[in-house]
């Protein structure tokens, strides 16, 4: 039994809205992931076979590594189709806002959104949401923003309008903001979410590999790389740091998406607890966040990094050089744990011992 979480009256109000109106726009936050995907595709697969005129607009491209998700080949990309985007906005009649918490995570199109009048409805699982929208369906407590389309749609009675291709959506976004149902996803209700979800009978096992165990060469040998040259680890911290520059990410003939899991391969090593990988951008240092147990990686970025997330998966932006983001994440162990000496752990594999061989 899955049981209703979303307040009734807040149903009521979206059904209103929702039978009101023709044409509805959903988007989603900047380099939109699994979840962000997932959930605004599932949501436009549903809306139109309920005969809206929906579509998504992202604020910039999907990563190459998600154009598996059923409908990612139609979503109107801000970054590239400005006009178009514009034109889709200036006609809703409604807005759905999927898997951010604010205004900052939709970018530029922002410009485009705030001084739209029609109304915004969030469906999101982020702390502490702006006061910028109309129908709030905020829990930070769900695994992902996929399981709350399936809520929404669940409560609303639409899911005989769930089809293999909105279904096949939303496993994705339940699979990836989980690990690969390995953290946030600790509710017998969430396995009930995924059979409901299944029973559309779309190809599992291809997905999951799609969306877990595919990488590039060049994304492969990058983290490698990244796990054998420049992990870092601060044992007394219970931390690790991998840092990756401009030139490096060159090197590995970097693409979007590419770096994607590597934040969580130091959580495997006993005794660390929490990942931080500090990636430079064009304009940028990009930092991830992961952390196990009660340890709040969301604290750390929206203390020091300037953004925020989940308490153990967070992220955020820093400007300034490299040097300075590592300067800041000492400052963080500094502060975080006083007293303990920063001697970071760089295991590097030992020279071959010829003489060895001869035993
Ligand atoms: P990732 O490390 O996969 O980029 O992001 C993990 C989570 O951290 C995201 O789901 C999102 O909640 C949060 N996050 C990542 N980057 C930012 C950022 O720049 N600002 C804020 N507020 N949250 C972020
Ligand atoms: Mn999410």
Same mark, same amino acid.
């Given at each position: 039994?899955?049981?209703?979480?979303?307040? *009734?009256?807040?149903?009521?109000?979206?059904?209103?809205?929702?039978?009101?109106?023709?044409?509805?726009?959903?988007?989603?936050?900047?380099?939109?992931?699994?979840?962000?995907?997932?959930?605004?595709? /599932?949501?436009?697969?549903?809306?139109?076979?309920?005969?809206?005129?929906? =579509? =998504? =607009?992202?604020?910039?491209?999907?990563?190459?590594?998600?154009?598996?998700?059923?409908? @990612?080949?139609?979503?109107?990309?801000?970054?590239? *189709?400005?006009?178009?985007?514009?034109?889709?906005?200036?006609?809703?009649?409604?807005?759905? !806002?999927?898997?951010?918490?604010?205004?900052?995570?939709?970018?530029?199109?922002?410009?485009?959104?705030? #001084?739209?009048? %029609?109304?915004? =409805?969030?469906?999101?699982?982020?702390?502490?949401?702006?006061? &910028?929208?109309? &129908?709030?369906?905020?829990?930070?407590? /769900?695994?992902?923003? !996929?399981?709350? %389309?399936?809520?929404?749609?669940?409560?609303?009675?639409?899911?005989?309008?769930?089809?293999?291709?909105?279904?096949? !959506?939303?496993?994705?976004?339940?699979?990836?903001?989980?690990?690969?149902?390995?953290?946030?996803?600790?509710?017998?209700?969430?396995?009930?979410?995924?059979?409901?979800?299944?029973?559309?009978?779309?190809?599992?096992?291809?997905?999951?590999?799609?969306?877990?165990?595919?990488?590039?060469?060049?994304?492969?040998?990058?983290?490698?790389?990244?796990?054998?040259?420049?992990? *870092?680890?601060?044992?007394? +911290?219970?931390?690790?740091?991998?840092?990756?520059?401009?030139?490096?990410?060159?090197?590995?003939?970097?693409?979007?998406?590419?770096?994607?899991?590597?934040?969580?391969?130091?959580? /495997?090593?006993?005794?660390?607890?929490?990942? %931080?990988?500090?990636?430079?951008?064009?304009?940028?240092?990009?930092?991830?966040?992961?952390?196990?147990?009660?340890?709040?990686?969301?604290?750390? !970025?929206?203390?020091?990094?300037?953004?925020?997330?989940?308490?153990?998966? /967070?992220?955020?932006?820093?400007?300034?050089?490299?040097?300075?983001?590592?300067?800041?994440?000492?400052? %963080?162990?500094?502060?975080?744990? #006083?007293? @303990?000496?920063? +001697?970071?752990?760089?295991?590097?594999?030992?020279?071959?011992?010829?003489?060895?061989?001869?035993?």
């Amino acid at each position: 039994m899955i049981n209703p979480i979303i307040d *009734q009256t807040t149903i009521e109000r979206l059904r209103a809205l929702i039978n009101s109106v023709q044409r509805i726009a959903i988007t989603c936050h900047k380099s939109p992931d699994g979840d962000a995907l997932g959930s605004s595709l /599932a949501l436009c697969h549903v809306l139109r076979r309920l005969g809206k005129d929906a =579509v =998504v =607009v992202t604020p910039d491209m999907a990563p190459k590594a998600l154009e598996f998700i059923p409908g @990612v080949r139609e979503l109107v990309v801000y970054t590239r *189709q400005e006009l178009r985007a514009r034109h889709v906005l200036a006609e809703a009649q409604l807005l759905f !806002c999927l898997d951010f918490n604010s205004m900052q995570r939709v970018d530029r199109l922002g410009e485009l959104i705030e #001084p739209l009048k %029609v109304k915004r =409805v969030l469906i999101d699982h982020h702390l502490d949401p702006d006061d &910028v929208f109309d &129908v709030v369906i905020s829990h930070p407590e /769900a695994s992902s923003t !996929c399981e709350l %389309v399936f809520r929404v749609l669940m409560q609303l009675g639409l899911l005989r309008f769930m089809d293999r291709h909105a279904a096949s !959506c939303l496993y994705v976004g339940l699979l990836t903001d989980t690990g690969g149902f390995a953290y946030s996803c600790d509710s017998p209700e969430f396995y009930e979410i995924v059979a409901s979800v299944m029973r559309r009978r779309f190809d599992r096992a291809d997905l999951y590999n799609k969306a877990m165990n595919t990488f590039s060469a060049g994304s492969l040998r990058l983290q490698g790389y990244a796990i054998s040259e420049k992990m *870092q680890l601060f044992p007394d +911290h219970g931390a690790s740091l991998i840092v990756l520059s401009k030139e490096e990410l060159t090197r590995f003939n970097y693409s979007r998406g590419d770096t994607e899991s590597l934040v969580n391969k130091p959580l /495997a090593i006993p005794g660390i607890y929490w990942s %931080v990988f500090l990636r430079e951008d064009a304009d940028k240092i990009k930092v991830s966040c992961r952390s196990q147990g009660d340890f709040s990686v969301s604290d750390i !970025c929206s203390r020091y990094f300037n953004g925020g997330g989940h308490e153990n998966a /967070a992220g955020g932006d820093f400007i300034g050089t490299l040097d300075e983001a590592v300067a800041r994440f000492h400052q %963080v162990l500094a502060d975080l744990f #006083p007293g @303990v000496a920063i +001697h970071p752990v760089e295991q590097q594999p030992q020279p071959i011992n010829d003489n060895e061989n001869e035993m």
